[in-house]
């Protein structure tokens, strides 16, 4: 039988790829792409844009197509024989992208194409991969350029050992409660967790450190003793303050020595370290103009924070007679105080949200706005819950998805976006190929013949991921490197995710995507006005964590010393912007994926940071918002065209000024969020 991971007629196989199929299929194609690379490089080869590009990257987008579905599956289907085969091949797919990028050869022939040769889109792909030969150690020599290619080889494989352990860490803690331990929790929860002690043989009911059972159970149960359970099981995963078997999975050393490569990475390229190399294909000019931007916003924010917390002890003694809260009471408190205070409560909203008018809503919004249709489709999938949609405009395929929304064991946590395939105007067919996009949550199943039932946070989740999908499959260009996400600068890739998040605060919107799981009424617009009146709840401190996370991933990377324990900078940077530090034994960065395993490093102020431009580009959506209250599909177009359709193809200032007509600032944000002075 064939091997499906060689198969690039259509999209991946994902119903027939085994891990025997991976050994060879990445043999195979690393044997493709190195005779590519081998040929470009030859000296008569001409040093044409058209020419390298017919010849290596038809080729390493094969190779790339094929490690994008396997690296897919172990995010999603993860079995031990899958693990195994993927970290076999790891280091060899590493080796060839690390040695690609310093080829000095492929460096010189890219540096002797003439410019003035290239369309505006190849132009900037051309410039963009110029700079990359360089952060990529193509100027390198001698014994500098092998270290350099180690220090790849073992970051990647530190960085997926880091993945395993938060997901292993995850997965191996269970809780089997009593149900009397389990009052104030909600019934559906209850139900999956008496569900999945049944399936194992076993009383009680079975909690888990996933979110759609973690989070409820911190912000319902009444009992303080099974919320300190499941706190000190959740911020311990993964570190040396876990508990017995669990150490096992500790991510400390593994910390160490990613920080102590990067920065070994940072110095042979002639930086200081490696907060300077993350700035260099960014917005922000400098690790120092980041550090003041964040301060900056911790500065106006701390008042709100300040006050947050104030009202939250002083509901604490007053109405449940605790003068000393701890920090696994907070989230059940900032849950009663909502209540109390807005008169309502997330179980409350959470009956309104069932998946498929979520589903049916949002499709209508990006109908609406963005001039399109989204129709069911089929393809090959992973697991029967995953769906396929395609993308229409004019009765032209824009764009294809996968949609695979609920938690499952083997399926790491958190909520993303990932490309399956890129729009290219192909230069070995002529074929435009179409984009694909892989859209991934984690959200609760639905109970007893019941559809899913999603929280706002959940929503606003699933618009954010959507806007990251729609970046990627809206665009209009033609050229690879600069199409959809690519060749965006990461601080700004953020953007038309956190862009659409601003649509589940529209009543308008939300009214028409809501439906009683039990009587199918929509949701009321008293429980709307009272959602929004929350809205702004506790944001002063939510803004003040997301600084606290950013600012210790910027220090780490600039002032830390690696061969130090980078604990005591947690705890440095708590104390300058935290208003609720944890406890000592709290270890967050011990599964902070984001920077350690998943391409965020000394570059997680890109949330804040690209949430300023999304502010100020909703903020011309509410200015020209009909009488209706709906969005102007005038404004969509605008917006589609000056920043979806464009990708990469420009800097994304150019874009946002297209759009927009000047700078961002930072009132919209500030506004948005109940801060504004």
């Given at each position: 039988m064939s091997n499906p991971l060689l198969d690039f007629s259509d999209l991946p196989r994902f119903d027939r790829i085994t891990p025997d199929d991976v050994g060879p299929a990445v043999d195979m194609l690393l044997e493709k792409a190195n005779a590519a690379l081998e040929?470009?490089?030859?000296?008569?080869?001409?040093?044409?844009?058209?020419?390298?590009?017919?010849?290596?990257?038809?080729?390493?987008?094969?190779?790339?197509?094929?490690?994008?579905?396997?690296?897919?599956?172990?995010?999603?289907?993860?079995?031990?024989?899958?693990?195994?085969?993927?970290?076999?091949?790891?280091?060899?797919?590493?080796?060839?992208?690390?040695?690609?990028?310093?080829?000095?050869?492929?460096?010189?022939?890219?540096?002797?194409?003439d410019p003035a040769t290239l369309t505006p889109e190849q132009r900037q792909a051309h410039k963009n991969a110029v700079r990359n030969f360089v952060l990529s150690g193509a100027e390198l020599t001698g014994a500098a350029k092998e270290r350099f290619a180690q220090i790849q080889e073992r970051q990647a494989e530190l960085s997926q050992k880091f993945s395993e352990n938060a997901l292993d860490a995850t997965d191996a803690f269970a809780y089997y409660a009593t149900a009397q331990e389990l009052d104030g929790v909600p019934a559906d929860v209850q139900q999956t967790a008496l569900a999945a002690a049944q399936a194992e043989g076993k009383s009680g009911y079975k909690l888990t450190l996933k979110m759609p059972c973690y989070l409820p159970v911190m912000q319902f149960a009444t009992?303080?003793?099974?919320?300190?359970?499941?706190?000190?099981?959740?911020?311990?995963?993964?570190?040396?303050?876990?508990?017995?078997?669990?150490?096992?999975?500790?991510?400390?050393?593994?910390?160490?020595?990613?920080?102590?490569?990067?920065?070994?990475?940072?110095?042979?390229?002639?930086y200081d370290n490696f907060g300077q190399v993350s700035v260099v294909p960014k917005m922000a000019k400098s690790p120092d103009e980041v550090?003041?931007?964040?301060?900056?916003?911790?500065?106006?924010?701390?008042?709100?924070?300040?006050?947050?917390?104030?009202?939250?002890?002083?509901?604490?003694?007053?109405q449940l007679g605790l003068h000393d809260p701890q920090a696994w009471d907070w989230p059940?408190?900032?849950?009663?105080?909502?209540?109390?205070r807005y008169a309502f409560s997330e179980q409350e909203v959470k009956q309104y949200f069932t998946t498929p008018k979520v589903l049916a809503g949002l499709f209508r919004i990006i109908e609406t706005l963005f001039e399109v249709s989204i129709r069911r489709d089929s393809a090959p999938v992973w697991h029967p819950a995953v769906e396929f949609y395609r993308i229409e405009r004019n009765g032209q395929l824009v764009g294809q998805f996968y949609l695979d929304l609920p938690a499952r064991t083997g399926k790491r946590g958190g909520a993303w976006m990932d490309d399956v395939r890129t729009r290219w105007l192909r230069p070995d067919t002529g074929v435009l190929q179409t984009p694909v996009a892989h859209l991934v949550c984690n959200f609760a199943e639905g109970v007893e013949g019941k559809p899913p039932l999603l929280t706002?946070?959940?929503?606003?989740?699933?618009?954010?991921?959507?806007?990251?999908?729609?970046?990627?499959?809206?665009?209009?260009?033609?050229?690879?490197?600069?199409?959809?996400?690519?060749?965006?600068?990461?601080?700004?890739?953020?953007?038309?995710?956190?862009?659409?998040?601003?649509?589940?605060?529209?009543?308008?919107?939300?009214?028409?995507?809501?439906?009683?799981?039990?009587?199918?009424a929509p949701l009321p617009r008293e429980l709307f006005d009272k959602m929004t009146a929350a809205k702004n709840f506790q944001s002063g401190m939510a803004t003040l964590r997301q600084i606290e996370f950013?600012?210790?991933?910027?220090?780490?990377h600039t002032d830390h010393d690696p061969a130090q324990d980078f604990m005591p900078l947690l705890a440095e940077?708590?104390?300058?912007?935290?208003?609720?530090?944890?406890?000592?034994?709290?270890?967050?960065?011990?599964?902070?994926?984001?920077?350690?395993?998943?391409?965020?490093?000394?570059g997680y102020y890109s949330y804040k940071w690209a949430e300023v431009l999304s502010a100020d580009a909703y903020a011309a959506f509410e200015e020209t918002a009909g009488s209706d209250g709906l969005p102007s599909t005038e404004t969509g177009r605008r917006y589609r065209q000056a920043i979806l359709e464009a990708g990469g193809s420009r800097p994304a200032m150019e874009s946002f000024k297209a759009f927009r007509g000047r700078e961002p600032t930072l009132d919209a944000l500030l506004r948005h969020q109940g801060m504004a002075s």
């Open positions: 040929t470009v490089t030859a000296p008569d080869f001409p040093a044409r844009w058209d020419a390298i590009a017919k010849v290596l990257d038809v080729a390493t987008e094969h190779l790339g197509t094929a490690w994008g579905a396997i690296s897919h599956l172990n995010s999603v289907a993860d079995t031990p024989e899958l693990r195994a085969a993927y970290n076999a091949a790891l280091p060899r797919v590493t080796e060839f992208w690390t040695r690609l990028g310093a080829d000095e050869r492929l460096y010189a022939k890219y540096k002797a194409i009992r303080s003793a099974l919320r300190e359970t499941m706190y000190r099981a959740y911020v311990t995963r993964a570190s040396d303050q876990a508990e017995g078997e669990a150490r096992r999975f500790d991510n400390s050393a593994l910390i160490r020595e990613i920080l102590m490569l990067r920065r070994e990475e940072a110095r042979l390229l002639g550090v003041s931007f964040l301060r900056d916003l911790a500065r106006r924010a701390r008042p709100y924070a300040e006050k947050d917390v104030a009202d939250l002890r002083e509901f604490a003694a007053s059940y408190l900032a849950e009663k105080l909502k209540e109390a706002h946070d959940d929503v606003i989740t699933l618009f954010h991921e959507f806007g990251h999908g729609l970046h990627h499959m809206l665009t209009q260009v033609n050229e690879r490197d600069v199409s959809g996400i690519s060749g965006v600068e990461w601080d700004a890739v953020e953007l038309p995710s956190q862009f659409m998040e601003n649509f589940c605060w529209e009543w308008d919107v939300l009214r028409n995507m809501t439906a009683h799981v039990n009587t199918g950013s600012l210790f991933d910027m220090l780490l940077v708590r104390s300058e912007v935290s208003v609720l530090p944890p406890p000592s034994f709290s270890r967050t960065a011990h599964t902070f994926s984001h920077i350690f395993a998943g391409g965020y490093a000394a």
